[in-house]
T-cell receptor, first 113, second 113 residues
């Protein structure tokens, strides 16, 4: 199977709740990155995982956390949701060090009410 | 000041027009430059990438980088309605541990038949 798969596609949560988003990376890729794309904005880097370890983090608070599993799939967890967390969350997989080789999923649209 | 600034949109052109999309950046450490295309309800897909200053051509698309002016451009010749999408410039300091992408805000292009 090729391509990056994200689930769910849409999600509505209440402020203060917790959410888990999932990503299956493209076959052969060992690195997963997560990005947040607010409406009308470019994607912003949240963090990257390589060999199940966080390998770089953007300017996001600790309530954003992640996991990478031995099969290179990944989860993004957000605690204590705020209204400003409403955005499209994009997962991208790649081979480590191949900056041109990112494959993005179609994203999870999170709405916090 | 944001690290990457992209010309505001939206942009509407007739079919067959030449389109010029531009970004400026402030971080002189950026070494890798990319253009992504994002269709509605989809994740970004890599369109063009370049490392050095100068021009790179691929079919109807030309990417231009001027590191001395910290300026990159994407030219689309003979634009088609299928080119209607949001175009994002992206940059990176390096690969591997520094392989996060810093995106511009994006510009929405509409090509009228």
């Amino acid at each position: 199977e090729t391509g990056v798969t994200q689930s769910p596609t849409h999600l509505i949560k209440t402020r203060g709740q917790q959410v888990t988003l999932r990503c299956s990376s493209q076959s052969g890729h060992n690195t997963v990155s997560w990005y947040q794309q607010a409406l009308g904005q470019g994607p912003q880097f949240i963090f990257q995982y390589y060999r199940e370890e966080e390998n770089g983090r953007g300017n996001f608070p600790p309530r954003f956390s992640g996991l990478q599993f031995p099969n290179y799939s990944s989860e993004l967890n957000v605690n204590a949701l705020e209204l400003d967390d409403s955005a499209l969350y994009l997962c991208a997989s790649s081979l480590f060090s191949q900056i041109y080789g990112y494959t993005f999923g179609s994203g999870t649209r999170l709405t916090v009410v | 000041q944001k690290e990457v600034e992209q010309d505001p949109g939206p942009l509407s052109v007739p079919e067959g027009a030449i389109v010029s999309l531009n970004c400026t950046y402030s971080n002189s450490a950026f070494q890798y430059f990319m253009w992504y295309r994002q269709y509605s309800r989809k994740g970004p897909e890599l369109l063009m990438y370049t490392y050095s200053s100068g021009n790179k051509e691929d079919g109807r698309f030309t990417a231009q980088v001027d590191k001395s002016s910290k300026y990159i451009s994407l030219f689309i010749r003979d634009s088609q309605p299928s080119d209607s999408a949001t175009y994002l410039c992206a940059m990176s300091v390096g690969a591997g541990a520094n392989s996060k992408l810093t995106f511009g805000k994006g510009i929405t292009l509409s090509v009228r038949p």
